[in-house]
């Protein structure tokens, strides 16, 4: 049948053109939108190329952390184990001839580790599968849901905190910090790394992990201080005369107490889900997330005797805001609001939540004297008190727009920190009631677990040259 030539008149009203209509649409042109066309489209195929520029980049490498530790199968929702702290008091040992032995006992704790629950939901419908397509939709959602999960699961490596939300476990930093006894910790208190107390806090906390048991093997630190750490590395080193690299990149950091740490390439340095405690924006689900928070501030003497407190130097005028958090987001901020602080005081803020309540509170605070609040960055995170209003306190401990470095003892053959996995990484099916699709969760169930905390330490409060407050 020639479909130029209509047999009849109704065959118009099903869209059959004339040859001259068809001769009119037949130019090339460079459009894409067949509707901005004159005449129509003109009727070749459109170049579409077979392939999928993965602009994500993600590479083994990007999960740095995640790949490190080693996978430990449990076999609960909760994972117990007892610990032993001190096999007993070495240095009285001695006793005369015939003497009596003292009681020396070991000191046993039992540790508890929640599983944690990572999914992602995905979906592919039936026509897509069936289509001729640029990859395999089943396929390439399969791959999409997967780095998803293991970017969330690389960002809490760092970032999780269970206090402020309570779905997540706790970051190795925090586990690390947790352990108040035997905590190795420094306080670079908005130095650089490459500053000269910055170099000497690598022998530092060196030095505090030896003394407790370990040995420092890797170190992970946001990319813009692994740019200073490099700066400090590279003003180390002399090159030949007939060296025309001139850009060597250090691997690795001497110290006395401790085999070369690791501070680039493939198994420790900058993390991609390691960042520095910049500003804070809305985000995540609008209708879940949080609504604003208020809050009112007040300056009172140092309450707590190990807090450090505001002194001669910190005094000052600072800006704060504050944002609500829970699982599907952060909320607006709050107005931002200043305090005038002297030195031997605290800030105290007391924080009321919105009618959509949170689980948590992020606290930003500008730099001293700042001329307004525009540019407040992230402080600390606060767990919300469960009453009507959180109040927390600034002290001065945990400085805005800083960052840290985590030190680890790794230890492929007795590690003192893993994964413990409850169920692995894996595509669970769903199945749909009335649509034509294939529904499916990419699922990983887990939690880091750091087995002996001071065989570990973290730097805070780590100040960078890249846009930092302390530069």
Known sequence: ????????????????????????????????????MTGGR?????????????????????FKLSNLLKNTKVNSTVHEYTRRNDAGDFQSIFTSEGGSAGDSSQTLERVTRPMKYMQTYREVTLQMQVARTIEDALASEK??????????????????????????????????????????LVDLRGAKISDAVGEDSITEIARQVFENGGSLSHAFMPSMIAQDFQKLAKDRLRFNPDDRKGAQVVMEYPTPFSSDIKIAGKEAGPDKMMYVKGKIAASGDSTKRPDAPTFALASQNLTASQGRGFDAGSAGTYYYTVFAINEFGVSVGAAAASLALAAAKEAKITITPGAKKGTGYIICRSKKDAADGTDCREMVRVADSGVATTVALDQQEDLPGTGEILYLSHDEVEPSIQFDQFLPLMKFDLYPTRAAVTPFLIVLFGTPDVKVPWFHGVVKNVGYTSDGFYN
């Open 1 to 36: 049948m020639n479909f130029l030539e209509p047999t009849n008149s109704s065959d118009y009203a099903f869209g059959s053109v004339s040859e001259g209509e068809l001769q009119k649409a037949l130019s090339a042109g460079y459009g894409t939108d067949a509707a901005a």
């Open 143 to 184: 791959l999409a849901g997967t780095l998803t999960v293991l970017k969330g699961l690389e960002y809490g490596m760092f970032q999780a905190d269970s206090a402020v939300i309570p779905v997540q476990f706790d970051s190795v930093s925090k586990q690390v910090r947790a352990n108040a006894s035997r905590r190795n």
């Open 42 to 62: 003109a009727l070749i195929p459109e170049d579409i190329e077979m392939s999928m520029v993965n602009a994500l980049a993600a590479k083994k490498e990007d």
